[in-house]
């Protein structure tokens, strides 16, 4: 089995910071691009932050200057650090992982999100 699973979310105040991770486990081959995605209340699904096995990023305007995402290829683990955290940042946050499997399968794979809530 191939999975992502999320952690590090929670509740904050405006302002404030919140460090997501998403561990990659299984039998993987390689990974390449890893991002984050979210979905807010009444909201479609948007890219968050994305970041390729050799460490190039892309961001969403909303988040630049704010976010940061990361990667340790080691771990195969994703890291976004949010700070100055608004309300229109709350939403549930899911990591995406282009990665291969050890039996020939590749395409995208999804963690089951973590939520992360803003309030004033």
């Known amino acids: 089995q191939v999975q992502l699973v999320e952690s590090g979310g929670g509740l904050v105040q405006v302002g404030g910071s919140l460090r997501l991770s998403c561990a990659a486990s299984?039998?993987?081959?390689?990974?390449?691009?890893m991002g984050w995605y979210r979905q807010g209340p009444g909201k479609q699904r948007e890219l968050v932050a994305a970041i390729t096995s050799g460490g190039a990023t892309n961001y969403a305007d909303s988040v630049k200057g704010r976010f940061t995402v990361s990667r340790d290829n080691a771990k195969n683990t994703l890291y976004l650090q949010m700070n100055s955290l608004k309300s229109e940042d709350t939403a549930a946050y899911y990591c995406n992982a282009d990665m291969m499997t050890t039996w020939g399968t590749r395409r995208d794979y999804w963690g089951q999100g973590t939520q992360v809530t803003v309030s004033s």
């Open positions: 299984g039998r993987i081959l390689s990974i390449n691009t």
